[in-house]
Nanobody, 123 residues
Framework: QVQLVESGGGLVQAGGSLRLSCAAS????????MGWVRQAPGKDREFVVA????????YYADSVKGRFTISKDNAKNTVYLQMNSLKPEDTAIYYC????????????????WGQGTQVTVSS
């Protein structure tokens, strides 16, 4: 099993910034993808961004390109999501997730999930 623990959510005004962290522990794999998926009230889970652990390739949803940046610290088994220029429509629970497949925005491919952290952007 893989355990994922998110942190860093909170309340911020529109235009502000937040940094989320996700620490992974437990079973290790030779290669995998770590990503962020969000879920707004009353909506389905939406892919945000992902990174391939081995080579750092990234894939961003169009809605966050240029505003969000994903990065990783291999030594800490941690992935970060720097969110800038936040908008009220970014308000959601943000989940960290791991996929054992290839880099993808297809949410059902993600095998392991964290508990989520709430991000609220006020207008």
């Amino acid at each position: 099993q893989v355990q994922l623990v998110e942190s860093g959510g909170g309340l911020v005004q529109a235009g502000g910034s937040l940094r989320l962290s996700c620490a992974a522990s437990g079973r290790t794999f030779s290669n995998y993808v770590m990503g962020w998926v969000r879920q707004a009230p009353g909506k389905d889970r939406e892919f945000v961004v992902a990174i391939t652990w081995s080579d750092g390739n990234t894939y961003y949803a169009d809605s966050v390109k240029g505003r969000f940046t994903i990065s990783k610290d291999n030594a800490k088994n941690t992935v970060y999501l720097q969110m800038n220029s936040l908008k009220p429509e970014d308000t959601a629970i943000y989940y960290c997730a791991v996929s054992l497949g290839t880099l993808s925005d297809y949410v059902p491919l993600y095998d392991y999930w964290g508990q989520g952290t709430q991000v609220t952007v006020s207008s």
